[in-house]
Nanobody, 130 residues
Framework: QVQVVESGGGLVQAGGSLRLSCTVS????????MGWFRQAPGKEREGVSC????????YYADSVKGRFTISRDNAKNTLYLQMNSLKLEDSAMYYC???????????????????????WGQGILVTVSS
């Protein structure tokens, strides 16, 4: 049974930082691309960041480039998202997802494709206040 569990969310002031974690069990973590997605109320889900299963390829949405950093610790079966210089528009539910042997496929237009991710967490809320 695969479990994907996010943690580390919460309330932070604009300009502050948070680190999200995603711990996965029930699969061979090293074999999976891992992605972070987010969805704000009334908006579509968007891909925020991704790291390929082989680790050397990453993706960042334009809106978070230079502010967010994705990393993975295969020994701990854990994915991280370090979020710095947070903005009000970063407020959303953040989801962690896993795709076996994925390479962070980017669709035409620069959007991270999400339909090939097989396992999803329940999400963690990030709220950025002014």
């Amino acid at each position: 049974q695969v479990q994907v569990v996010e943690s580390g969310g919460g309330l932070v002031q604009a300009g502050g930082s948070l680190r999200l974690s995603c711990t996965v069990s029930g699969l061979t973590f090293d074999d999976y691309a891992m992605g972070w997605f987010r969805q704000a109320p009334g908006k579509e889900r968007e891909g925020v960041s991704c790291v390929a299963w082989y680790g050397s390829s990453t993706y960042y949405a334009d809106s978070v480039k230079g502010r967010f950093t994705i990393s993975r610790d295969n020994a701990k079966n854990t994915l991280y998202l370090q979020m710095n210089s947070l903005k009000l528009e970063d407020s959303a539910m953040y989801y962690c997802a896993a795709e076996r042997f994925g390479s962070c496929y980017v669709e035409y237009g620069g959007r991270l494709a999400d339909d090939q991710f097989e396992y999803w967490g329940q999400g963690i809320l990030v709220t950025v206040s002014s």
